[in-house]
């Protein structure tokens, strides 16, 4: 019996004009979690769309399934090599059942009638959710359920093709720390039952928690691959950047001025409810609290893509209007929304139009864009950002979902503006682009700009902002400054029972 499952040797990988994989080498085991990583651009994606089949290697690649040589042209040869992917963001059809989604393109077929078996297939479809411990049914309306539950929809697709070997490309990205955890037992649970897994993540804590093994690729080529025990976060950040970073977090240096931005009394009946807070120039304020608390609502409501219902934002002492992003825009407020592929980019747009689009008067002469300026003010941020992109031109939707964040914040930092809403800036960034993420927000602080940044990682709150605000089920719980500030403060605050309508300050803040 041959030692790996899977075993990829020599694999290259070329595009007209770019080299992304170039003598990579993979090897999983039966039964085996073994977890991917590296910085976004390393050739993660390309090397599991070649295992999974959307792309062949180059001729001097060769993959082996149970020690034997085999060719994988298509998806359905994966399929019929039993690999399957569960992709970051879901590919369902939000309008049609559970069991539709779970058996689309393989439906159960009545062997005479040639109609389609629906008794067969909410049977088999509830006997997979069972097996993954689903608390739903198989009748459910797809677009009913919450991304944890698409997740495990997902997986049970991926199982309903018998697969061996289950890709799972960032599956905790859009997850809370509680739906991670149940994620992380239905992992074990396929794994005791001889599921191989490739399991790609950003996040340390995903490789500690769930990984046997991890490989590490950078620029294209592999790297290493050691038994999770063996390693640190030093090992891992130097592994995947090149570089030893001294610090995850760069010193703040910037001294906080007079206010410039307030919230007062805030109100949007079912969302949130008296939120207040201030903001000074020179300022990072982290806005933070649990999935669900309100935070990404009131950020919404503050730049105008929503209207709240009672309460004033004043930017240096003038109202803004309400319900008008334009005017916020105008006023100086960026914002850089959660949501990326929804309201963050145009997709079929090259690259430098949607770093340019919130800031084109910038490269207008009488009506007409300057397109030589448009596209040396795109590169110049590109390269500042690190985009990894074979040029400005190329299409946005090209891009790996890490690149495609760079596009957005770079986009925002073309525009001329005071304050700056930043709601999860860094999700689904590597460790190297975080760090240059957090450099060019303290830059903008040198500079004068106001950031609120919104941010589930309390690492991050405590390692980036000057200030902390807490929320809980659509109030403000604590205001406190980041030197008082700790993990269990910020938790305690975050899923306090009964919060109070007012604004309370954590101790010594």
């Known amino acids: 019996m041959a030692e790996y499952i899977l075993q990829l040797k020599n694999i290259h990988k070329s ?34 769309k070649i295992i999974s089949g959307v792309h062949q290697s180059d001729r001097q690649g060769e993959i082996y399934l149970d020690g034997k040589q085999v060719y994988i042209r298509s998806p359905l040869d994966a399929q019929a090599l039993g690999i399957a992917a569960v992709h970051q963001h ?59 539950q698409q997740q495990i929809v997902e997986i049970a697709k991926a199982l309903s093709t018998n697969a061996r070997i289950l890709i799972m490309d960032e ?29 790609i993540s950003h996040r340390f804590e995903d490789m500690y928690t769930i990984a046997d093994r991890v490989t590490v690729m950078r620029d294209g080529r592999y790297v290493n691959t050691w ?27 910037v001294k906080p001025g007079e206010e410039i931005f307030r919230v007062e009394g805030l109100c949007r009946t079912g969302f949130f409810k008296d939120v207040s807070f201030t903001l000074r120039r020179g300022e990072i304020l982290a806005l933070t609290g649990l ?48 949501d990326r592929h929804k309201q963050g980019l145009v ?18 002469i009488r009506g007409w864009i300057d397109l030589k300026k448009e596209n040396a003010a795109a590169k ?33 930092l073309n525009s001329d503006m005071k304050v700056l809403i930043l709601d999860e800036p860094t999700k689904g960034v590597d460790v190297g682009a975080k760090y240059s993420i957090y450099e060019i927000m303290n830059e903008l602080a040198a500079a004068g700009y ?44 975050a899923a306090i029972q009964n919060p109070p309508s007012v604004q309370v300050k954590a101790p010594g803040a």
């Open 15 to 48: 595009f007209p004009g770019i080299k992304v994989l170039e003598d990579v080498h993979f090897e999983l085991l039966p039964g085996e979690i073994h977890a991917l990583m590296g910085e976004n651009g390393a050739g993660k994606s390309t090397l599991i």
């Open 90 to 148: 879901v590919t369902s059809f939000p309008d049609l059942s559970v069991a539709e989604n779970v058996f689309i393109g393989h439906e159960k077929i009545h062997s005479f009638a040639k109609v389609i078996d629906w008794k067969a297939m909410h049977k088999q479809a509830n006997d997979l959710l069972e097996r993954l411990d689903a608390k739903f049914d198989s009748r459910v309306q797809m677009g009913s359920l919450s991304v944890a």
């Open 171 to 199: 599956p905790t990205a859009a997850l809370t720390s509680q739906e991670s955890e149940d994620l992380y037992g239905i992992i074990r649970g396929l794994k005791q039952k001889g599921v191989s897994i490739i399991f």
């Open 227 to 253: 038994n999770v025990p063996e390693v640190n976060d030093n090992t891992m950040v130097v592994a995947m950047v090149g570089r030893e970073l001294v610090q995850f977090f760069p010193k703040r240096d």
């Open 291 to 338: 999935v669900g608390s309100g935070r990404t609502e009131v950020c919404e409501a503050i730049f105008g893509v929503t209207v709240y219902d009672e309460g004033t934002v004043t930017l240096n002492g003038q109202s803004l209007h309400r319900g008008d992003p334009a005017a916020s825009i105008g006023a100086g407020i960026g914002y850089l929304p959660e």
């Open 347 to 364: 997709l079929p747009w090259e690259i430098s139009k949607n770093i340019t689009l919130s800031g084109l008067d910038q490269f207008t």
């Open 380 to 412: 110049t941020l590109g390269e500042k950002l690190g985009i990894k992109a074979q040029s400005v031109y190329d299409r946005v939707s090209t891009l790996s979902g890490g690149n495609q964040q760079k596009v957005i914040v770079a986009k925002l």
């Open 450 to 493: 106001g950031i609120i940044m919104v941010s589930s990682e309390l690492p991050e709150v405590l390692g980036v902002s000057d200030r902390v605000v807490v929320m809980k089920e659509g109030r403000v719980t604590a205001t406190m400054d980041v030197k008082e500030a700790t993990q269990e403060t910020i938790l305690r605050y």
